[in-house]
């Protein structure tokens, strides 16, 4: 995890990626709680829910560093649909089912960020992005005396034109430098409302770890690792902004094509 530039890991299969995400999360949440006694972490949709439930519920290296300690964890969401909190579209339900539901008692339980409830419906999105910023101020401080807040770890997924949280190719959105969360209308993947984080909040973390899988990421990854044209694209733009603090995990499917050079191991 050094270097000026990110690191792409490729593992042969989904349960190796796990496994490795795994530890990396842990010594993401170990470093965290020693620095200031919780971990503030971001987590997206898509497919990575399920990725990191494997990782984090499903494999266990039984060694005395390998905890989890979800008590200490505070979750947010990195880009939320605007539908209520138990439609089958939001975010927020679907990591509940994949990881939170799941989590032992033993583990602890997270404190989850959500959106509010009484938001999701309005017509313009803007409130419910301002009162997700208010959110996140009341963990991370006012506004106006930290210029952004410093997430521990954004977990984030990929789509296939280069999209991740809900910044898509060549939208306004990419361009806000002020708002911390910003509401999107007409967001080309459905549904078209949603709010997300803007560019400079996923720049701003300590750590941003990618998960992509599968054959579907494959022209993706090549177009984002190896173009100048990939550099442009949402996730592309976090790659060049966020240099060596980005770390991807990819499968052997995935990342076949890239010729940007790939590590093994962590
Ligand atoms: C969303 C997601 C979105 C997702 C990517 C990748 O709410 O739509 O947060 O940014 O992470 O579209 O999704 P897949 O992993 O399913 O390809």
């Given at each position: 995890?050094?270097?000026?530039?990110p690191?792409l890991?490729?593992?042969?299969?989904?349960?190796?990626?796990?496994k490795?995400?795994?530890?990396?999360?842990?010594?993401c949440?170990?470093?965290?709680?020693?620095?200031?006694?919780?971990?503030?972490?971001?987590?997206?949709?898509?497919?990575?829910?399920?990725?990191?439930?494997?990782a984090?519920?499903?494999?266990?290296?039984?060694?005395?560093e390998?905890t989890?300690?979800?008590?200490?964890?505070?979750?947010?969401?990195?880009?939320?649909?605007?539908?209520?909190?138990?439609?089958?579209?939001?975010?927020?339900?679907?990591?509940?089912?994949?990881?939170?539901?799941?989590?032992?008692?033993?583990?602890?339980?997270?404190?989850?960020h959500?959106?509010d409830?009484?938001?999701?419906?309005?017509d313009d999105?803007?409130?419910?992005?301002?009162?997700?910023?208010?959110?996140?101020?009341h963990?991370?401080?006012?506004?106006?005396?930290?210029?952004l807040?410093v997430?521990?770890?954004?977990?984030?997924?990929?789509g296939?034109?280069?999209?991740?949280?809900?910044?898509?190719p060549?939208?306004?959105l990419?361009?806000?430098?002020?708002?911390?969360?910003?509401?999107i209308?007409d967001?080309?993947?459905?549904p078209?409302k949603?709010?997300?984080?803007?560019?400079?909040?996923v720049?701003?973390?300590?750590n941003?770890?990618?998960v992509a899988?599968?054959?579907g990421?494959?022209?993706?990854?090549?177009?984002?690792?190896?173009?100048?044209?990939?550099?442009e694209?949402?996730?592309?733009l976090i790659?060049?902004?966020?240099?060596?603090k980005?770390?991807?995990?990819?499968?052997?499917?995935a990342?076949a094509?890239?010729l940007?050079?790939?590590r093994g191991?962590?």
């Amino acid at each position: 995890m050094t270097g000026s530039s990110p690191n792409l890991y490729s593992f042969p299969d989904v349960d190796a990626v796990a496994k490795e995400l795994r530890k990396y999360v842990i010594q993401c949440q170990n470093a965290s709680i020693s620095r200031h006694g919780s971990f503030r972490v971001a987590v997206s949709g898509g497919s990575l829910p399920a990725t990191l439930s494997l990782a984090l519920l499903a494999v266990n290296n039984d060694i005395p560093e390998d905890t989890l300690k979800f008590s200490k964890w505070e979750i947010f969401f990195a880009d939320e649909r605007c539908v209520p909190l138990d439609d089958p579209e939001s975010n927020y339900r679907l990591v509940k089912g994949e990881l939170l539901d799941k989590i032992p008692a033993e583990l602890g339980a997270p404190r989850v960020h959500t959106v509010d409830p009484n938001h999701v419906n309005d017509d313009d999105p803007q409130d419910l992005a301002d009162l997700y910023q208010e959110e996140l101020m009341h963990v991370f401080a006012a506004k106006d005396s930290v210029r952004l807040p410093v997430f521990d770890l954004i977990l984030l997924g990929c789509g296939p034109d280069g999209h991740t949280c809900s910044l898509f190719p060549g939208h306004e959105l990419l361009q806000e430098k002020d708002a911390w969360v910003a509401p999107i209308s007409d967001s080309p993947k459905p549904p078209p409302k949603r709010i997300t984080f803007t560019l400079p909040v996923v720049t701003h973390a300590l750590n941003i770890a990618f998960v992509a899988t599968g054959n579907g990421k494959k022209r993706t990854l090549k177009m984002l690792f190896d173009t100048e044209e990939g550099k442009e694209l949402p996730s592309g733009l976090i790659n060049v902004q966020a240099v060596s603090k980005v770390n991807w995990f990819t499968d052997y499917a995935a990342a076949a094509d890239v010729l940007y050079p790939k590590r093994g191991s962590l």
